[in-house]
């Protein structure tokens, strides 16, 4: 059994899912892998449970009923995780946005390099690394961070960011039962709680892809809710 476990949620990702876990398994540092799958009706699962025989004692599957969303997979994973008792739990996307050599970067910065909460960045120093994304696309994420970090004074460069590393001991702390959020606004508010919870966070650079398998699960209710959902963070401040 590894120390760390990377979780990856899935819907409908059937063109990637196999490709992604050997290439995790495939880095140098052992990795385990947690799919998270929301019913995919494209065989997902069935890709993973076939997988899973090769691979028996790194690699497990969690299949939820329906189509949650993103943050109450991760939530489901982050219990499975704590069950276990993985040390570091990383959050990673199915479809090579997230490249798998970057996951040793993110478990060192916390091993060590002390860091409690390690994120994949795409806009360090204001620098952007993103490749085949719109410009549309680019300037809304871009400036949803700016905007975060105007609103809720964290330091943090790129607060949606969904590649992050946590220590156990910052998913021990945060109440993940009372997290509000399910798409991006998940991503800040988890960011958001570390901080008031004065974890020390880190970014690491790294060069964001956009997928070219699949298809995107971005919406515009996945975007009000982060826009107007950090304004209510900034209010409540950290409920308990």
Not at 86 to 104: C, G, Q, R, T, V
Not at 118 to 146: C, H
Not at 173 to 197: C, N, P, R, S
Request: charged share 25%; glycine share 4%.
């Amino acid at each position: 059994m590894s120390d760390a476990l990377v979780i990856i949620p899935t819907y409908n990702e059937k063109e990637n899912i196999e490709a992604i876990i050997r290439a995790t398994f495939n880095q140098k540092k052992e990795f385990d892998i947690l799919v998270v799958d929301d019913n995919s009706p494209d065989g997902t699962s069935e890709i993973v449970e076939r997988l899973i025989t090769e691979f028996p004692n790194q690699l497990f599957i969690e299949k939820r009923k329906g189509k949650n969303g993103l943050g109450t997979a991760y939530i489901h994973g982050f219990k499975w995780a704590l069950s276990k008792k993985y040390e570091y739990i990383i959050e990673m996307d199915a479809d090579f946005s997230h490249n798998p050599k970057d996951l040793i970067r993110l478990y060192n910065a916390c091993t060590k390099n002390n860091a409690d909460v390690s994120i994949g960045s795409r806009y360090v120093n204001n620098q952007v690394n993103v490749v085949n994304w719109d410009i549309k696309r680019l300037l809304l994420s871009y400036f949803a961070s700016k905007y975060v970090r105007f609103i809720t004074r964290i330091p943090v460069f790129d607060t949606t960011a969904g590649f992050v590393c946590w220590n156990r001991k910052v998913l021990e702390t945060i109440k993940l039962d009372k997290i509000k959020f399910v798409g991006y606004a998940f991503q800040i508010e988890m960011k958001f709680k570390a901080w008031k919870h004065k974890f020390n966070i880190k970014e690491v650079s790294v060069v964001f892809t956009d997928r070219d398998l699949g298809t995107s699960k971005m919406s515009g209710n996945i975007v009000s809710e982060a826009l107007f959902g950090v304004i209510k963070m900034r209010l409540k401040g950290l409920p308990k």
